[in-house]
């Protein structure tokens, strides 16, 4: 996976450059403290609902990403638009950020060299919580309690919680982390 990592890291900042979008962040397992095995990539990208198409177009000329789809999600889904690349063995997962958190999440990502010679923003532990949380499924709730038993700004993340009416959830995570070993 690591080559398909670079590949993909390197067309997303091409896809930057020429303006198809406007930024982009690692998210999900891979950008957990202790990443955990996977099978895709995940990243979130800042685009213009209306430019999803001409990017996914743009992808689809590149020959390895000519498989990828946009999947638009329905009103009530959590995720609006997820655009699949399949690269090599695995895929990436490019996942549109459309709410304020999502966005925040981008724009504060942490700059980090996960590889030799890559160079890219990974979205920080504690918007990683949040969006565990916002995805809702067993594994993000235990993502999420490694998280908070990290080193953290447990603030920041019962301020983001209460705002999006999320605390019941944050309970019940921290309560998780408590019995993790």
């Keep these: 996976m ?10 997303l900042k091409e896809a930057r450059r020429l303006k198809y979008i ?16 996977t099978e895709d990539m995940d990243f979130l990208i800042s685009i ?12 689809k ?9 946009h999947h638009a999600g329905r009103p009530k889904d959590r995720i609006k638009d ?6 090599g063995s695995t895929r990436a997962d490019l996942i549109v950020a459309h709410s304020e958190v999502e966005k925040e999440a981008i724009a504060t ?10 160079k890219l923003k990974v979205v920080r532990p504690e918007y990683l919580i949040i969006l565990k949380l916002r995805a809702g499924s067993d594994q993000d709730y235990i993502d999420g309690a490694r998280l908070w038993n ?3 700004d447990r603030r920041l993340v019962r301020r ?15 309560g998780l982390a408590k019995r993790l070993p």
């Design 22 to 37: 406007h930024d982009f962040a690692l998210t999900g397992a891979l950008a957990l403290l202790h990443p955990r095995a």
């Design 2 to 11: 690591e080559k398909e990592f670079r590949e993909i890291v390197k067309v």
């Design 109 to 118: 990502a942490s700059p980090v060299s996960p590889l030799r010679n890559v």
């Design 160 to 174: 983001m919680a209460k705002k999006m009416y999320m605390e019941r959830g944050l309970e019940k995570l921290a």
């Design 82 to 87: 997820l655009i699949e690349v399949p690269a």
């Design 48 to 59: 213009e609902k209306e430019n999803i198409g001409r990017f996914v177009d743009w992808l």
């Design 150 to 152: 990290e080193s953290i």
């Design 61 to 69: 000329f590149n020959k390895p990403y000519n498989l990828a789809r």
